[in-house]
C-alpha cells in the first residue's frame, strides 16, 4: 500500500512541478482568467489545488506562433523568397533564361567529360 501511495505522490509532485514552470514560461498575456503573478502564487502555495486550477482555467488554450512554428516571427517561408520585387515564374518552362545557362552548362560539363576521357584514353595508349 504505501507503494502506492508513493507512486501517487510523484505523480502529483510531476504535475505540480510541471504547471509550475508552464506558468513561469506562458506569457503574461497568454494567461488566461488571472495576471500571471496570481497563477504563479496560486500554483506555488496551493500545489494540487492550483495545478488543477491552473490546467483547467488558466492555461492557453491552443496558442500558436505564425505557421504553427516553434518561435516567434517564422513564417514557415524561406525569407528571400518574400524579397519585394522578386520575379517568380510560374512555370520553370516560362523562365527561357534560366533554361538557357542550365542548357550551356550542361554543355560544358559534357565538353570536359568528353575532354577527360579523351586525356585518360592517350594516357593509356603511352
Do not use: H
Not at 500545489?47 to 516567434?72: A, H, N, T
Not at 533554361?99 to 575532354?115: N, W
Amino acid at each position: 500500500m504505501p507503494l502506492i501511495y508513493g507512486g501517487f505522490g510523484l505523480v502529483l509532485l510531476a504535475l505540480w512541478i510541471f504547471c509550475l514552470f508552464d506558468v513561469i514560461v506562458t506569457a503574461e498575456e497568454d494567461c488566461r482568467n488571472l495576471p500571471k503573478g496570481l497563477w504563479i502564487m496560486i500554483v506555488l502555495f496551493l500545489p494540487e489545488v492550483g495545478s488543477i486550477l491552473w490546467l483547467l482555467l488558466g492555461r492557453p488554450q491552443g496558442v500558436m506562433r505564425p505557421g504553427g512554428l516553434p518561435y516567434k516571427g517564422n513564417t514557415g517561408r524561406f525569407p528571400e523568397y518574400d524579397r519585394p520585387g522578386r520575379f517568380v515564374p510560374s512555370n520553370p518552362d516560362d523562365d527561357e533564361e534560366f533554361l538557357r545557362r542550365c542548357r550551356e552548362r550542361a554543355e560544358e560539363q559534357r565538353r570536359a567529360y568528353r575532354e577527360q576521357q579523351r586525356q585518360a584514353d592517350k594516357n593509356q595508349d603511352q
